[in-house]
Nanobody, 117 residues
Framework: QVQVVESGGGLVQPGGSLRLSCVAS????????AGWYRQPPGKQREFVAS?????GVNYADDVNGRFTISLNGATVYLQMTTLKAEDTAVYYC?????????????WGQGTQVTVSS
């Protein structure tokens, strides 16, 4: 059974930084793509960033230049800098092994990021 676990969330002041991690277990195929999504309070889940192992990276306009998605082995990271109050959300990782398309893989339970002074 595939399990995806996100970690690294927390409370941070505006202008601060956090690094989120996403690790999957029980996966029998190599990672094809991974994406970070977030759900702000009272809003729908939205795309944040993605990485394709045979392609490139992509970012939502409002995080481009502040967030960086990367891979180290099978762990997916989201480095977030210059955080703003509007970045407050539950952040989810979607882990797509080969055989899955970006966004159609396995979801974690999410990690809360709160940006507040």
């Amino acid at each position: 059974q595939v399990q995806v676990v996100e970690s690294g969330g927390g409370l941070v002041q505006p202008g601060g930084s956090l690094r989120l991690s996403c690790v999957a277990s029980g996966v029998t195929s190599r990672l094809y793509a991974a994406g970070w999504y977030r759900q702000p309070p009272g809003k729908q889940r939205e795309f944040v960033a993605s990485i394709v192992t045979v392609g490139g990276v992509n970012y939502a306009d409002d995080v481009n230049g502040r967030f960086t998605i990367s891979l180290n082995g099978a762990t997916v990271y989201l480095q977030m800098t210059t955080l703003k109050a509007e970045d407050t959300a539950v952040y989810y990782c979607n882990y797509a092994p080969f055989g899955y398309s970006l966004g159609s893989g396995f979801w974690g339970q999410g990690t809360q990021v709160t940006v507040s002074s």
